[in-house]
Nanobody, 122 residues
Framework: VQLQASGGGLVQAGGSLRLACVVS????????VGWFRQAAGKEREFVAA????????GYADSVKGRFTISRDNNKNTAFLQMNSLKPEDTAVYYC????????????????WGQGTLVTVSS
């Protein structure tokens, strides 16, 4: 399966961005999708995940109430709506797919996209 993430960019603190992850090569609805991020000099961390149907989601505490993950199985695309962005949200954001369920550990994700850079200025 191949994943293509897009939508990153430079935004001021308090602003919004919407990331998209297009999945191909396997039936999209057979995969849960997660978003992870990695800031410079830090380890990759879980951001959010959505179940195969879209009915189940999970979020890191640091983004709850600000970020929303969703998916459109007709368009083979998952989204991450990011509102009220903070400078500490600056990172490369990666989408990943798993044939398992919603998971917070990167270990369970079998396929990864190339990442998209989000920079939040103060």
């Amino acid at each position: 399966v191949q994943l293509q993430a897009s939508g990153g960019g430079l935004v001021q603190a308090g602003g919004s961005l919407r990331l998209a992850c297009v999945v191909s090569g396997r039936t999209f609805s057979a995969n849960a999708v997660g978003w992870f991020r990695q800031a410079a000099g830090k380890e990759r961390e879980f951001v959010a995940a959505v179940s195969r149907s879209g009915g189940g989601t999970g979020y890191a505490d640091s983004v709850k109430g600000r970020f929303t993950i969703s998916r459109d199985n007709n368009k083979n695309t998952a989204f991450l709506q990011m509102n009220s962005l903070k400078p500490e949200d600056t990172a490369v954001y990666y989408c990943a797919a798993t044939s398992g369920g919603v998971a917070e550990s990167w270990f369970w994700y079998e396929s990864w996209g190339q990442g998209t850079l989000v920079t939040v200025s103060s």
